[in-house]
């Protein structure tokens, strides 16, 4: 009889392994987990049991090639756009790449996720619309499985550019075209209080009614997310609403039946 053993554990039939109990063990397909120092005890009528020699398994993974695409969005996109990043990881013979991607923006980490996919191909996305105005460097690195070693794609350059800002705002007649930033409200704002607007811009007109926004450049942007906007190409309207009317009458004592002017 034979028992094979690796890393002195006895190797039964099933899985990777077929013959386990002859003197040729089979191990289809190879993998990681198949490693290690294999060797065999036989024991036969009227012998003394003997074990051969050790033999060492040392597998070689195949790398898994790795290519990453932008396949939903513009390049270049505007700040806000939702973007898609998908990383295919190709195999061979036919078995399915597992485990998981991490899409790198250069060397910031944006997020880590799992393949999946059939045959030889596996596939993960990332979207995001968080990406900064400006230029990005996006890179998947697939960490491999037991079957494939990992790989890392080549650079994929998104340029974001800044978003032109929308105002809307509200005030009553005062007989100017100002409009003050206090009344002003940013639109298109995905930053929150960290998103600010100062100063002051001009309306096309000072009458009541709507009243679109003619000269932006006496508005300044500030806070943290400054540089994802921009006042180039900006639009806006002012709805400025009737002021109120006041009438003082001018109090008179007549007789009964007189003329009375006001």
Known sequence: SYVWKRNGNTVNNGGDFANATTATLTISPV???????????????GSIPWTSGNGLLTVNLPVATNSLALTTGNNPSTYGDSLTFTATISGSGGVTPTGSVIFMDSSTPLATNTVS?????????LTTANLAAGSHSITAAYAGDGNYTGSTSSATNQTVDQLAVVLTGTRPYDGTNDANSLILTIVTNYDGTNLTLSVSAILAGGNAGLRSISDFT??????????????????????????????????????????VTF
């Open 218 to 259: 006496g508005l300044a942007l500030g806070g943290a997310a400054a540089g994802n906007y921009t006042l180039t190409g900006a639009s806006g309207s002012v709805a400025i609403g009737g002021a109120p009317l006041s009438i003082t009458a001018n109090a008179q004592s007549k007789t009964y039946g007189q003329t």
């Open 117 to 125: 996919g059939s045959g030889s191909t596996a596939t993960a996305t």
């Open 31 to 45: 993998a990681s987990a198949d490693g290690g120092t294999y060797a065999c005890t036989v024991t036969g009528a």
